[in-house]
């Protein structure tokens, strides 16, 4: 792509020059793309020329990358977050559009001069410049810009959080602004949703710094496996699997925060304030999810036809908002109704393959320049960003200052270490795990326990 002047226009457009093998064959197929698209958001042809196995063709207007127009604003967060977000509108628009008649595609953003997004089309994934690696879908309709370049003065940023309510503002954050990870942790660490942990990295033990008083909280059940058999009874549920069906197969209870991370962003200040931190941000991690897995694996002879018992979702809390693997997980049964289960010893000598415990926590967290916008936003509004103030008005639940509580989560990843025996340190097998978790209990005594409990269910 090449910024030129055409005559006859004042105004710079934009080039594009195609050389070398198959040059020709790609110069037609977006002649012909091209033509059949037209939508504000998308690039617009003005004119195509082919000499001398050169082949070009003349977009409207002077495009500049997404990325690079984003740069301008890094000074502010407020604007980045809000351009952001009417970008997202606007890529939406034109992805919606194209889906119905274009193949397989990837999208290039670019900026026009012009004040809106435009979008161009590659087939390579590895040459786009999207800005959303993640595409977040916002319920709610963000005010028009009607000029972006008038962003560049001051008193814009004033106006833009004028327009915005405290919903949208930390929802744009939350989205647009907040980086994710997934690790996995030792299995038998509680995992306490809605904190905030001090985690910078593979550590053994992670630091907790404050914890919400109250959370809205979700739960998947058991996934994984379709042809799932079940009965509840009152407000419990267990579930059976027919084994040959989840043989080589991974089960996973998810547990969850269902909002955004509203309730942190409006008082994190407050309590980076009351600890004094004042850097490496990264470093808190906002713990949003837990994923609990039960790789089950492959059998080495053919066992008899069987059942895995799983226990209840509610078996996991271990506080108003804490969760952690139960004592008895699960076992095999050859009883449909799972009153006799089966020892370690006597599933594996049927054949029925090992299973094996695995934790995954979900976190999020943001950098220094999200922190100062949320002050800035705060200070606009008229609010002491040191204060609670804003999640009182909101009606959110209280963050407090924990007792320094230390997070047992994962192990040093030393060097030299390969993946297999990292892995090997951080789950466990079931067998293992109910061993140390009650060393002096004999395992098929605690087996039954679990199936005592299952008793009076009745499985279709």
């Not at 040959?244 to 996973?252: E, K, M, P, S």
């Not at 952690?324 to 289960?341: E, F, M, T």
Request: overall charge negative; some cysteine; charged content about 20%.
């Amino acid at each position: 792509m090449y910024s030129a002047r055409v005559v006859g226009h004042s105004e710079p457009m934009t080039v594009a020059l195609y050389e070398g093998d198959h040059a020709e064959e790609e110069w037609r197929r977006d002649l012909s793309r091209y033509s059949h698209l037209r939508h504000p958001h998308i690039l617009q042809i003005y004119a195509s020329a082919s000499s001398s196995g050169i082949h070009a063709v003349v977009f409207h207007d002077e495009l500049v990358l997404f990325s690079h127009f984003l740069d301008l604003f890094q000074y502010s967060t407020i604007l980045k977050v809000y351009i952001m977000a009417c970008m997202f509108a606007d890529w939406k628009s034109a992805c919606d559009y194209s889906a119905s008649i274009l193949s397989k595609h990837y999208m290039v953003c670019y900026y026009i001069i012009a004040c809106r997004l435009c979008v161009d089309f590659n087939t390579s994934e590895h040459d786009s410049d999207d800005p959303y690696k993640r595409l977040p879908w916002l319920s709610e309709e963000l005010p028009s810009l009607k000029s972006i370049l008038n962003l560049h003065d001051p008193p814009r940023e004033s106006l833009v959080v004028a327009s915005l309510g405290y919903h949208e503002w930390h929802s744009l954050c939350h989205f647009y602004l907040g980086f994710d990870i997934a690790s996995l942790i030792w299995v038998r660490a509680e995992v306490k949703l809605g904190s905030i942990i001090c985690w910078g990295g593979k550590f053994k033990d992670a630091l907790e710094i404050a914890f919400a008083t109250d959370a809205c909280i979700t739960c998947s059940g058991w996934c994984g496996v379709e042809g799932v058999s079940g009965v509840c009874r009152g407000d419990s549920c267990t579930t059976r699997y027919n084994s040959r069906d989840v043989f080589g197969c991974t089960l996973y209870l998810t547990k969850g925060i269902k909002t955004t991370a509203a309730p942190w962003l409006a008082q994190a200040n407050y309590i980076l304030n009351q600890l004094k931190i004042v850097s490496n941000h990264e470093d808190y991690k906002y713990i949003d999810n837990v994923w609990f897995c039960l790789d089950i694996g492959l059998p080495t002879q053919i066992p008899p036809d069987g059942y895995l018992f799983v226990c209840l979702p509610k078996d996991f809390e271990t506080g108003p908002m804490s969760y952690q693997w139960p004592h008895h997980p699960a076992y095999w049964s050859l009883d449909p109704y799972g009153d006799n289960p089966l020892s370690h010893e006597n599933a594996s000598s049927l054949g029925f393959p090992p299973i094996t415990l695995n934790t995954f926590v979900g976190a999020s967290y943001w950098d220094e320049t999200v922190y100062a916008g949320l002050r800035k936003f705060d200070e606009c509004k008229g609010f002491n960003p040191e204060s609670q103030d804003v999640a009182k008005k909101l009606g959110y639940p209280l963050y407090e200052v924990s007792d320094a509580m230390e997070w047992d989560l994962a192990v040093d990843r030393e060097d030299g270490c390969n993946d297999s025996t990292w892995y090997e340190e951080i789950c466990m097998t079931l067998e293992d795990y109910m061993r140390e978790v009650e060393p002096d209990l004999d395992p098929v005594s605690s087996i039954e326990e679990l199936a005592e409990e299952d008793e009076g269910w009745v499985f279709p």
